[in-house]
């Protein structure tokens, strides 16, 4: 089996090594991965300036790009053909509910699955109030749910422009629960921007608000990993409101009026 792994928080990441020891489990694996961070960069590929792939070790590489440019550039560059799967992660933080849309990890398995590619994101949840040294984060818990989930691929395999999303307590694997496949919730966040003054009296900003919270809905993967469970999500590409859809339809907003 041929794997291609990424990521958003780059090509050093401890998240990253976690999974690469996994999934070598599994088959042959290539690295291609941001070499800076780019955590919350969404679903870009770069376009306006050229892009360096830097070789950083055998089948492992760097990208002066987003994490989509990694899986664009590694299925055509580094391989040089589709690989069976492509996996993301393993994320600091979680990618629940609408973080998917923001998320430079879920954008590169994303990627794949727009190539139709069966391709998982895996994140890690992780408590920032508690700020707990790199090292001590449970990476290893994530990356082996990560491979229970891709040997269950082999018998249950994903349809073509489905990818799935993969979030995990920041516990010891004996502490884990077990892993529930439920939709996505809706997390909130305050919205608020912080304003500061350079030396020459300019503004400046910081965007991206505090969490506070998510909607109290129990078959949702904000609650799940709450509870102790690894969160499993099935995500298509077609993200039409085929109920919205229907009522356009039946409404006769479809087309221009005769």
Request: charged share 25%; hydrophobic share 35%.
């Amino acid at each position: 089996m041929r794997i291609l792994i990424s990521n958003d928080d780059g090509v050093h990441a401890q998240g990253l090594k976690a999974l690469y020891k996994e999934l070598k489990k599994l088959g042959q694996v290539w690295v291609v991965a941001p070499l800076e961070e780019k955590s919350t960069t969404g679903h870009s590929l770069t376009i306006h300036k050229p892009l360096r792939l830097i070789p950083m070790g055998p089948n492992f590489y760097g990208v002066s790009g987003s994490p989509a440019d990694c899986v664009y550039l590694g299925i055509r560059e580094v391989i040089g053909g589709m690989p069976d799967l492509v996996v993301s992660g393993i994320n600091r933080g979680a990618n629940l509910g609408q973080d998917v849309y923001y998320s430079g990890t879920v954008s590169a398995a994303r990627e794949a699955c727009i190539l139709g590619i069966p391709s998982l994101a895996v994140s890690l949840v992780v408590d920032f109030k508690k700020r707990k040294p790199e090292l001590d984060l449970h990476y290893d818990t994530a990356a082996k749910v990560a491979l229970r989930v891709l040997r269950n691929l082999k018998s249950s395999p994903l349809p073509v422009h489905t990818m799935l999303n993969l979030n995990v307590p920041d516990i010891e694997m004996k502490d884990l629960k077990g892993v529930k496949a439920v939709r996505q919730g809706f997390r909130f966040y305050s919205g608020s921007i912080l304003r500061r003054r350079d030396h020459r009296g300019k503004d400046y900003y910081w965007v991206g608000g505090q969490y506070k919270g998510f909607r109290k809905e129990v078959d949702t993967d904000c609650f799940v990993v709450e509870t102790g469970y690894a969160s499993i999500t099935p995500i298509k590409l077609d993200s039409t409101d085929f109920s919205c859809l229907k009522k356009m339809e039946q409404d006769g907003i479809r087309g221009f009026p005769k």
